[in-house]
């Protein structure tokens, strides 16, 4: 209680008072106004079927293009965002050939007859041109 008198009572103390005065009329003199009156809302305009049904169009349209740049067609695909890209490979054609070549080793490991004497030799022919035998 003695600092605040202290405080009060030192150099410039009428000023500071003053000072609290003002701002304490003002706080209260805002208090003591009567609230704003609610702004009265706008009344709002209801669309046809018709009319919703056209912009529904017209947005759809809109919104319906295979590309994302304004300058024309986009060779790539749109990815959507986490989508993984599709892999457009011979998969099918690779696994087909897998199987047939491992069919046919089976097949001579069983019976080496089935392939005839003379492509054995034009085998032989046509790798010892690049390797000796």
Do not use: C
């Not at 706008?42 to 919104?63: I, N, P, T």
């Amino acid at each position: 209680m003695q600092q605040t008198r202290n405080r009060l009572e030192g150099p410039g103390s009428q000023t500071r008072i003053a000072d609290l005065r003002a701002q304490f009329k003002s706080t209260s003199a805002d208090m003591k106004k009567p609230p704003k009156p609610p702004k009265p809302r706008k009344a709002v305009k209801r669309d046809s079927e018709d009319e919703r049904a056209a912009k529904a169009e017209r947005l759809a349209m809109a919104q319906h293009t295979t590309s994302l740049l304004a300058g024309g067609k986009s060779t790539r695909n749109y990815k959507r965002p986490g989508e993984k890209s599709e892999r457009k490979g011979g998969g099918l054609f690779f696994q087909l050939l897998l199987v047939m070549i491992i069919a046919g080793g089976v097949a001579y490991a069983l019976d080496p007859s089935i392939v005839p004497p003379e492509w054995i030799d034009k085998a032989r022919g046509v790798v010892g041109q690049y390797i000796k035998i």
